[in-house]
């Protein structure tokens, strides 16, 4: 199938990059690729929408009706400890931090809205295909993608099902996989988009949504926290946003460069839940979903070169979240946007599987760049200085880039990967988690179950172990079998029943499609590919 643009996936930046191309060609012929089962089904976000970008995209969207309802009222910022929180004044936060004029939204839904908007202008969606390779030609330059097999069993063998993938040729190609998506990270790596770029930091958020007694409901706050249950050594904080209907997403992000491999991301989202302030929130209500999924990080310093022979990486495959924000929805929107018009204009000047420069050389001095280059120190400083310090240095910051436009840092580098932050067991001691109480803490397997994750099982395994002698000698004897913990939905165990000789179990129908194995393996051990077309969760309200 031949078109004038290909787009791998229907978030934020691919469904924008989609609309703009019809926006400014009605002529052009464009297909949307979208992994899950449909539109939204692997959408994760907080998500407080900053809707600047949408403005620009869609401006009548105000006059309609749409899933974007619930304004923010109110913003908070804390500092937990175990028992107690100290509010910080909305004063000290730099202009870049409020939330005023944004919207508590499931992002999903928005997608899904998106998603009828494109089709409306002519662009052609098709739900529940993975893009699983790249297509070139003699030059290695990219002409297309092909969708996965569909029906091949765990044998590798065609079952009775089997289904040949789909061969999708374009003019241009936009990636926009989300984060560590695998055609992004293999359009990276081969075309050497990462020289000259600090790598990519990750985090790993954690969400679930409420629904709560309507008296404590407060439709429109938006509440952030870092510290407690998290020490100073390890980043991350929460977050609770009030949507209408009595529900409440509640969220917890580490980042994923801790050092202790003992560490478990769940369950210390799982811990905070018992903080009294969000114990009370929650009590007497029904957690109705849950879901994962990696965030970047990196920021400015991080961000790849975006184009490549015949295409180019939109969205968070190109790693475009503020940080200290916690927002990247609106970079998303902007960058499908500047792609889409790189792509019309060039296929509108006779030419097809080039470079798009104006796309590469425009975005820092875009709004993206405009967002992104204030907070570039923020994630460095916290890495380096710990919570605490970290924090105090990040605010002073952005204070000086508001007030003097300007950093008195310059640009700080990010150094280790996050599997490379990851120390030996030896130097860690293990830590106790209290059991879950099924009411307001919960195990992973029933999380997962809340996350309508389904895997076909007679398929080869989507999480592909290079060489599992390295495993064992270095993921399960040096590094304690931190991929036990790391992992938000018990993929990944170790069966111990012959201690001399320890079983990895990969329960690969539980995954979630958080990517954090591919980020956290201290070995790069672990390779992340797509399943099944229309495999994995399906996320509801998310």
């Known amino acids: ?50 809707p600047s970008s949408l403005d620009v995209l869609l401006p009548e969207w105000r006059s309609e009706e749409t899933p974007i309802r619930q304004p923010v009222t109110a913003d908070r910022f804390f500092v937990y400890g175990p028992e ?14 409020s939330n005023e004029g944004n919207f508590v939204v499931s992002l999903g839904e928005v997608c899904r809205w998106m998603a009828a908007k494109a089709e409306a202008l002519g662009v052609e969606i098709y739900p529940g295909f993975a893009a699983t390779e790249l297509l070139t030609d003699a030059d290695d330059t990219v002409v297309g993608v092909a969708t996965g097999d569909m029906g091949i069993t765990r044998s590798g063998e065609p079952g009775g099902a089997y289904q040949r993938g789909m061969a999708l040729l374009g003019k241009y190609v936009l990636v926009g996989e989300g984060v560590r998506g695998s055609l992004a990270k293999e359009i990276v790596e081969r075309y050497g988009l990462a020289h000259g770029r600090e790598p990519q930091k990750y985090g790993l958020g954690i969400k679930e949504l409420w629904e709560i007694d309507p008296a404590k409901a407060q439709p429109g706050l938006v509440q952030h926290s870092f510290g407690w249950p998290l020490n100073l050594e390890t980043g991350g904080g929460s977050f609770l946003y009030h949507l209408e209907g009595n529900r409440v997403y509640v969220g917890f992000v580490v980042h994923l460069n801790y050092k202790n491999p003992y560490l478990s991301p ?105 967002d992104l280059r204030p907070v570039r120190n923020v994630k460095p400083l916290w890495s380096r200085f710990g919570t605490g310090l970290g924090v105090v240095l990040g605010g002073i910051d952005m204070w000086c880039n508001q007030l003097l436009g300007r950093s008195v840092f310059g ?72 991929s036990q913990r790391y992992c938000p939905a018990a993929v990944y165990e170790w069966d111990e029943t012959n201690a001399a000789d320890p079983r990895y179990v990969i329960n690969a129908q539980n995954c979630v499609h958080c990517k954090t194995c591919d980020i956290k393996d201290p070995n790069g051990n672990i390779r992340w590919v797509p399943p099944q077309g229309g495999e994995g969760p399906v996320y509801a309200s998310m």
Request: a negative charge; charged letters at 20%; hydrophobic letters at 40%.
């Open 1 to 50: 199938m031949e078109f004038d643009v290909v787009i791998v996936g229907a978030g934020p930046a691919g469904l924008s990059a989609a609309i703009r191309c019809k926006q400014v060609n009605p002529d052009l012929s464009v297909v949307v690729l979208e992994k899950g089962a449909e539109v939204g089904a692997h959408i994760l976000s907080g998500c407080v929408l900053d």
């Open 84 to 97: 107690g929180a100290v509010r910080l004044p909305n004063a000290l936060m730099p202009k870049l931090m």
């Open 266 to 370: 769940f369950e210390e989202f799982q811990r905070f839940k018992r903080h009294p302030d969000i114990a009370a929130l929650l009590e007497g209500g029904q957690r109705i979903s849950y879901g994962a999924r990696a965030i970047s990080e990196g920021g400015w310093q991080s961000v790849p070169h975006l184009v490549f022979p015949g295409g180019a990486l939109i969205g968070c495959s190109a790693g475009f979240v503020n940080v200290p924000r916690i927002k990247g929805v609106h970079n998303a929107i902007s960058s499908g946007m500047q792609a889409a018009e790189a792509a019309a204009a060039a296929i509108a000047a006779g030419r097809s599987a080039d470079r798009l420069s104006t796309y590469e050389d425009g975005w820092r001095d875009s709004p993206i760049g405009r």
């Open 411 to 482: 640009t700080l580098g990010h150094g280790k990967t996050d599997a490379e932050s990851t120390e030996p067991a030896a130097k860690h001691r293990p830590i106790d988690y209290p059991r879950p109480d099924n009411k307001l803490t919960f195990d992973r397997t029933s999380s997962v179950f809340l996350s309508n994750t389904n895997h076909e099982e007679d398929q080869p395994v989507h999480l592909v172990v290079k060489d599992m002698a390295l495993q064992k000698r270095s993921e399960h004897d040096v590094y304690a079998g931190l």
